[in-house]
């Protein structure tokens, strides 16, 4: 799918950055997105709190800037707007300093307006900032977007909901990721996860997001070592277990990191998940202990 960097309407905004793992259905993962141009209005800033009908992956020319009640159907909830400083003469690119200090606060904004990180949940966060001529108007916000989608998983799709996502992670949360069914392949490697009850038998569960440093995205196997590391560690304290070299035969551990596009603007999010390749079981194995995630022999 090729799209092409354009203004937005009324100053809106010209650049998504979609954060998260793989892109989502309808949306082609790149990170300036299309949007229809009009006239360059004076300096303008959107408000934030509030709901948008309209997402970015719905069908161009996009409605003017129209936000809406959260109460009613909506597919995007401005969670911040927030300013940027400095004397730039246009919109900052991806992958400068400007735009991840504008996504790292978005995403601790984000997670404080829902109660817990927001990768916890089937969330997506997307950054837009100012087109063009809505920077040369003297606009300089950048909005913090948040989207109920269907998975967290690749293949995501935005949800149509009502009623805002303030504190929606505070338990019990529909959003949850919680317990999973891991799909495999024929070489035993996990494909998709599936959100089940916990109290349905199962083989995976989500427990939680490791914070991976700032570094450049692996681009070669040995390079994603320190990421399983991290999960394992994130496992280890969800589980009550010792974080040693017996864990790895107490559990595998799946790792679902940010996409190259997203780690560029600072995403460094990476969700966890224990994975019992020979076995299942009912419940969570939150704070189980070592009795509950025993070391297998086999």
């Known amino acids: 799918m090729q799209r092409a ?28 997105d299309d949007w229809a141009a009009l006239p360059a209005p004076g300096p303008f800033t959107p408000a934030a709190e509030v709901c948008h009908e309209t997402d970015f992956a719905d069908a161009v020319p996009v409605p003017a800037y129209a936000p809406v009640d959260c109460a009613t159907p909506h597919r995007v909830e401005t969670v911040h707007v927030g300013v940027f400083a400095g004397a730039r003469s246009e919109p900052p690119p991806i992958a400068s300093p400007e735009l991840r200090t504008a996504f790292a606060d978005c995403d601790q904004r984000t997670t404080g307006y829902v109660g817990d990180n927001w990768r916890a949940g089937r969330l997506r966060l997307a950054v837009a ?15 913090c ?4 989608v ?12 009502t009623g805002s996502l303030r504190n929606a992670l505070r338990p019990p949360s529909p959003l949850w990721l919680g317990c999973q069914q891991a799909r495999i392949d024929r070489t ?32 070669r196997s040995a390079q994603w070592a320190p990421f399983y590391a991290g999960c394992r560690t994130v496992l280890a304290r969800y589980a009550g277990v010792p974080d ?15 996409g190259a596009g997203r780690w560029r603007v600072g995403d460094r999010g990476v969700r966890c998940y224990l994975w019992l390749s020979d076995r299942k079981v009912t419940g969570s194995l939150k704070a189980v202990g070592p009795a509950g995630l025993p070391i297998r022999t086999k």
């Open 5 to 32: 960097t354009r203004a937005l309407i009324a100053a809106f905004a010209g650049l998504v950055l979609l954060v998260g793992c793989g892109a989502p259905h309808g949306l082609d993962g790149d990170l300036v």
């Open 129 to 143: 900032v100012p087109s063009g001529a809505g920077w040369a108007a003297g606009s300089r916000w950048y909005r």
């Open 145 to 148: 977007d948040l989207m109920e």
């Open 150 to 161: 269907t998975t967290a998983e690749a293949g995501a799709t935005v949800v149509t909901r």
């Open 188 to 219: 035993r490697v996990v494909q998709a996860l599936v959100p089940v009850d916990c109290a349905e038998r199962h083989d995976a569960e989500f427990v939680g997001v490791w914070q991976a440093p700032d570094r450049p995205y692996p681009t």
């Open 244 to 258: 040693d070299t017996d864990l790895a035969f107490r559990s595998d551990v799946v790792v679902r990191p940010p």
